[in-house]
């Protein structure tokens, strides 16, 4: 994930994609996407595909995509909801 973010983003701002092969991958701690212009895939839906398995004892969000700081309000993008 570090590498692809690193990665300067195309026009369309896609920057790449993470592929995860069939098979269980055993994750002890979240995966951390700050950077827009990443995709996650894996190789089908059912028990012979890609499972991501959360190994930690604690509960704790498997994936978290966000950005690193405190947002920020953009003033030029506030609108008044009428209805």
């Given at each position: 994930i570090?590498?692809?973010?690193k990665?300067?983003?195309?026009?369309d701002?896609?920057?790449?994609?993470?592929?995860?092969?069939k098979?269980?991958?055993?994750?002890?701690?979240?995966?951390?996407?700050?950077?827009?212009?990443?995709?996650?895939?894996g190789?089908?839906?059912?028990?012979?595909?890609?499972?991501?398995?959360a190994t930690?004892?604690?509960?704790?969000?498997?994936i978290?995509v966000g950005?690193?700081?405190?947002?920020?309000?953009q003033k030029?993008?506030?609108?008044q909801?009428?209805?």
């Amino acid at each position: 994930i570090d590498s692809v973010a690193k990665l300067k983003p195309m026009s369309d701002g896609f920057r790449g994609t993470i592929l995860f092969k069939k098979g269980t991958y055993r994750i002890s701690s979240p995966l951390r996407i700050m950077t827009s212009g990443i995709i996650l895939r894996g190789e089908g839906d059912s028990k012979e595909g890609t499972i991501l398995l959360a190994t930690a004892p604690q509960k704790y969000s498997l994936i978290e995509v966000g950005v690193e700081g405190v947002p920020q309000i953009q003033k030029k993008t506030i609108r008044q909801i009428t209805d």
